[in-house]
């Protein structure tokens, strides 16, 4: 059956469309009569799909109220129409097991029966009717002058251009003098406690500002730093976990065990009283909730600061109340700087853009009053037109009447309405779905497209080429500058990473809320559409603890609902009501991201639609129903974070499951081989699993992603067996992976699986691998000549030798090394220099090197990696260690793409003097470097870098790799 089609503007009248298309095909073999009326239902409905997409074309304030209800009423009949065929098909597809003769032939029985049973009968009936009556409403609003924007069907690509509008502030416009201000403002000759308050209207730039000042100061002169932020409805208890897991690791882990705010905010003034602390507090909406916070931060005499950004002066007021602070009111950007935003994203320079477009470009920057969001997206909105004057003008008309309009909605809404009526109709909806996560949360690109294919907002009937075109639809969300990126991997054509700004997210929500596209629960209630009671899409984003019981009763009774997302502490909605979730026939995207809880999902299987299914917590799901199967859908199940013993065997028979994430203390029943769709499978640990087990995976013929743990377990009785068929099956993989890691392993078989792979180079681009020494893995890793992303534990010197076979990799971008003692007991261990020589690296972009309980240094030699940009060090520095001439590291200033510099130093007290001669003397090579990187200098105490280091057995997810 064809695939969801649907935009804002349409709803899913593209998917009843398409699916009522799909029953006239021979496949179901419906009578005469029958089709007609299918025949006649889709004319009418085809109709009214023409009529709304020319309504949604025009501004809300150009369409006639009663036109406005008739869109509403349309979305929602669609709906309806939607969910009693895919309850029918549902319902009348639950038969008795036999031959694939028999189902064929019970399927097309099924189906004959839409119009012949009763009960279905009169519904189908009741909703003809419904359409006849709503598309002879809609005639009235036709407009046949009104023309189509058509969507192209070429991919759209990442323009490199639009993260240089949301870099860090050093390649941002009029930052410098601000900046510098506030720097000014924060300085005090004596240790009194201080606070500056940066206040200004919406989109122009505060965080920002404020974010550049938290670098610029270093991070030596405090002892704690955090950056929070607070948002519209605040979650305190994640705030003030916020700040714990910033200042004290320790602290942060035993605060899971405090229930109240109350008791965390006790904890965060404890650890605070004593030190010198800096932290950063964004987007604070009300004079109560910057009270809270403040009790958290005890005021001393130890020189502490504190920032706060609002858009409300008498918030800033409050935060400047009874202590030593500062009101700094943001201020527009000049015309001078306007021009240089706006010119650095439709042009390498100002230079480039040709005289007759400046005066109209002068224009446009003046309805823009500064503002550096609304410039950014006005720019993104032309970045996707000609540069032809015409076209210009004709933007600059419809910014005049948008803005100079007699309307009580602010110049930079204006603008956001501007930029979201010029999007195609395909992008609407993925634009208004980015409203079911919270304010200032960072998105994962893949699992917000996977949840938009899920949801049915990406056309097609093939999954592969519908995330495709999903990646297409998210770059050019980006490229309009309405979606920030905020981590690109290595070779920066791909978003990993994305975030909303708050005042772009504020108008996504008005709409998604005004269209009854999303319900959201925000803390004082459910928001609801004016026009319809039915909920289609939840977001529980604010704590329900108070109203759990009312918001279950919701859910019960909430038959549409096509989507749950549920965030933050509402651990008491997924421990006592996780049943209510499951009433929903229409039911395809549940995504459970709550900090603790027991979840049960018992009765799960009555979810027939259900796609996607991810429980994102630290809390016990308990087990997976053990018929699964009938999640016949079912494309993702990501329970990753559950302490799950096992998996049903079952779900061997989940045809359509694409991705399978699961704890590695989980064991998978045999015959995983019968997953022939399978692309994605992580984390499974194949010294708990059956030799009968690790054969059949290596059936997965189209699995492109593996992450597994390999221990030597003692558990299995036939050890050599055991191996053997591991190395065999990761053989037989190697052939297609596109990302393998493989974590815990002993490297001695991690050399024979490789060793025995094809001669032929495979086309893996990622790798995460633990070895013991590089140089025994030489050829292998050699071989991999489409690789792109490495990440290496070494036990051992790395030498010159193993740094040469990484070196030699053609296409890696990024490069991570771990470097570890190898020798029982001797943590004074002191290796030579590793000397970085011109010869190799030749594409890298990111290198990360960490060193744990050996002394290690680096010395980059002049032309050694030439496109480097990100370099992060975790070094050792210890009285054993002999620092000799030049410290750990040398060479800083060859690095001549170098961009930004964090470096990590693990000292103890007796070489205290020699690292601050260190640290002093990095931040003199970043000074005198030509590219000004940005500069983190951060020493760490032993009893941080034994934590760090006792968890470095853990599996890649706990310690994330920066590509």
């Known amino acids: 059956m064809a695939e969801m089609i649907s935009s804002a503007a349409t709803g899913v009248l593209g998917s009843v469309i398409n699916k009522l298309a799909a029953m006239l095909t021979d496949k179901y073999n419906l009578a005469r009569d029958v089709k007609q009326g299918i025949r006649s239902l889709q004319d009418e409905l085809r109709t009214m799909e023409a009529?709304?997409?020319?309504?949604?074309?025009?501004?809300?304030?150009?369409?006639?109220?009663?036109?406005?209800?008739?869109?509403?009423?349309?979305?929602?009949?669609?709906?309806?129409?939607?969910?009693?065929?895919?309850?029918?098909?549902?319902?009348?597809?639950?038969?008795?097991?036999?031959?694939?003769?028999?189902?064929?032939?019970?399927?097309?029985?099924?189906?004959?029966?839409?119009?012949?049973?009763?009960?279905?009968?009169?519904?189908?009936?009741?909703?003809?009717?419904?359409?006849?009556?709503?598309?002879?409403?809609?005639?009235?609003?036709?407009?046949?002058?009104?023309?189509?924007?058509?969507?192209?069907?070429?991919?759209?690509?990442?323009?490199?251009?639009?993260?240089?509008?949301?870099?860090?502030?050093?390649?941002?416009?009029?930052?410098?003098?601000?900046?510098?201000?506030?720097?000014?403002?924060?300085?005090?000759?004596?240790?009194?406690?201080?606070?500056?308050?940066?206040?200004?209207?919406?989109?122009?730039?505060?965080?920002?500002?404020?974010?550049?000042?938290?670098?610029?100061?270093?991070?030596?002169?405090?002892?704690?730093?955090a950056f929070v932020s607070v948002s519209q409805t605040p979650d305190m208890k994640k705030l003030l976990r916020d700040i714990l897991s910033q200042i004290s690791k320790s602290h942060f882990d035993q605060s899971q065990m405090l229930e109240t705010v109350e008791q965390l905010i006790r904890t965060v003034k404890e650890c605070l009283k004593d030190k010198r602390y800096f932290i950063l507090i964004d987007d604070i909406w009300s004079v109560s909730a910057w009270e809270l916070v403040r009790s958290a931060l005890p005021v001393n005499d130890n020189g502490s600061r504190i920032i706060t950004t609002t858009r409300i002066e008498a918030v800033a007021k409050s935060c400047c109340t009874g202590i030593a602070a500062q009101m700094y009111q943001a201020k527009p950007l000049s015309h001078e700087d306007s021009q240089r935003l706006f010119f650095k994203r439709l042009f390498l320079s100002g230079d480039d853009c040709h005289p007759d477009l400046r005066k109209v470009s002068d224009d446009i920057l003046k309805k823009c009053c500064g503002l550096p969001l609304a410039i950014i997206s006005i720019a993104g909105l032309l970045a996707n037109r000609s540069k032809a004057v015409e076209i210009w003008v004709n933007v600059l008309r419809s910014i005049a009447a948008a803005v100079d309009k007699n309307s009580p909605i602010d110049k930079m809404k204006r603008i956001l309405l501007l930029s979201y009526f010029d999007l195609p109709h395909h992008l609407k909806s993925c634009l208004l779905y980015l409203s079911v996560f919270l304010e200032d949360s960072l998105i994962d690109c893949k699992q917000l497209i996977l949840l938009w294919v899920a949801e049915g907002l990406i056309p097609g009937q093939d999954r592969e080429s519908m995330e495709q075109?999903?990646?297409?639809?998210?770059?050019?969300?980006?490229?309009?500058?309405?979606?920030?990126?905020?981590?690109?991997?290595?070779?920066?054509?791909?978003?990993?990473?994305?975030?909303v700004h708050d005042v772009i997210l504020e108008f996504i929500v008005s709409k998604a809320v005004e269209d009854n596209f999303v319900t959201i629960w925000n803390g004082n209630g459910f928001s609801k559409n004016y026009s319809s009671n039915k909920i289609r899409r939840l977001s529980i984003q604010k704590d329900i603890s108070s109203r759990a019981e009312e918001i279950a009763e919701t859910i019960k009774n909430g038959a549409q609902i096509r989507s749950i997302n549920i965030f933050g502490s509402n651990s008491v909605l997924v421990t006592k009501h996780a049943t209510e979730f499951l009433n929903s026939q229409v039911l395809r995207v549940l995504n459970i991201e709550v900090e603790y809880g027991k979840c049960s999902l018992g009765h799960v299987k009555s979810l027939g639609q259900l796609k996607y299914l991810r429980i994102h917590n630290y809390a016990l799901v308990g087990k997976l129903p053990q018929d699964i199967e009938k999640l016949q859908h079912l494309e993702t199940l990501d329970v990753r974070r559950q302490c799950l013993q096992k998996l049903p065997a079952s779900i061997i028979q989940l045809q359509k499951l694409v991705r399978l994430h699961v704890y590695p203390s989980v064991r998978l029943p045999d015959g995983i081989g019968s997953l022939q769709a399978l692309e994605a499978l992580s984390t499974i640990n194949l010294g708990i699993q059956s030799v009968k087990f690790i054969q059949g995976l290596g059936d997965l013929t189209n699995l492109k992603l593996l992450k597994i743990d390999w221990p030597c377990s003692t558990e299995l009785r036939d050890m050599e067996d055991h191996k053997e068929a591991c190395i065999s099956t990761l053989s037989r993989l190697f052939s297609h992976l596109r990302e393998l890691r493989v974590w815990q392993s002993d490297p001695d078989a991690t050399c024979s699986f490789m060793a025995s792979c094809v001669p032929t180079p495979p086309p893996l681009r990622k790798l995460v691998l633990n070895t013991r020494y590089l140089n025994c893995m030489g050829p292998q890793i050699s071989s991999l000549v489409n690789l792109s992303r490495l990440s290496i534990r070494v036990h051992g010197e790395a030498g010159k030798e193993g740094i040469n076979i990484l070196a030699s990799l053609p296409m890696l971008l990024s490069l991570s090394v771990r470097l570890f003692n190898d020798k029982d007991g001797d943590s004074g261990i002191v290796y030579p220099r590793n000397a970085i020589n011109p010869q190799g690296f030749q594409r890298l972009l990111k290198f990360h090197f960490r060193c744990y309980w050996c002394d290690a240094a680096l010395e980059f030699e002049p032309g050694a990696m030439p496109r480097l940009q990100r370099l992060m060090l975790e070094l050792m520095a210890r009285c054993q260690f002999k620092f000799g001439e030049g410290g750990l590291v040398l060479g800083l200033q060859n690095l001549a793409g170098l961009k930004h510099l964090a470096i990590d130093i693990n000292c103890d007290a007796a070489v205290a003097d020699e690292v601050e001669a260190l640290e002093n003397d990095i931040r003199d090579a970043a000074g005198v470097h030509p590219n000004s990187p940005m500069l983190h200098v951060r020493r760490l105490d032993q009893d941080i870098f034994s934590s760090m280091a006792q968890g470095c057995s853990r599996r890649p997810s706990d310690h994330p790799i920066p590509y």
């Open 51 to 225: 009529m709304l997409l020319r309504l949604e074309d025009k501004d809300d304030d150009q369409i006639d109220p009663l036109a406005k209800d008739w869109r509403s009423k349309v979305r929602e009949l669609s709906y309806d129409i939607e969910d009693c065929i895919d309850r029918f098909v549902l319902n009348h597809s639950h038969g008795d097991g036999g031959s694939t003769a028999n189902f064929v032939h019970k399927a097309i029985q099924m189906v004959k029966t839409l119009f012949k049973d009763r009960g279905i009968a009169e519904e189908i009936r009741r909703l003809k009717r419904l359409v006849s009556e709503q598309s002879e409403r809609g005639k009235c609003y036709y407009d046949s002058n009104q023309c189509l924007l058509a969507s192209s069907s070429q991919p759209v690509l990442f323009d490199p251009r639009a993260p240089s509008l949301f870099q860090e502030a050093r390649d941002l416009v009029g930052i410098d003098a601000p900046r510098e201000e506030i720097i000014s403002l924060l300085r005090c000759e004596d240790k009194e406690h201080k606070v500056v308050s940066i206040y200004g209207i919406g989109g122009q730039g505060k965080t920002t500002l404020a974010m550049e000042v938290y670098h610029k100061i270093t991070e030596a002169a405090f002892d704690s730093r």
């Open 469 to 499: 075109l999903g990646r297409s639809y998210l770059n050019e969300l980006i490229n309009r500058s309405l979606v920030q990126p905020t981590k690109v991997d290595g070779d920066g054509t791909t978003v990993e990473q994305c975030r």
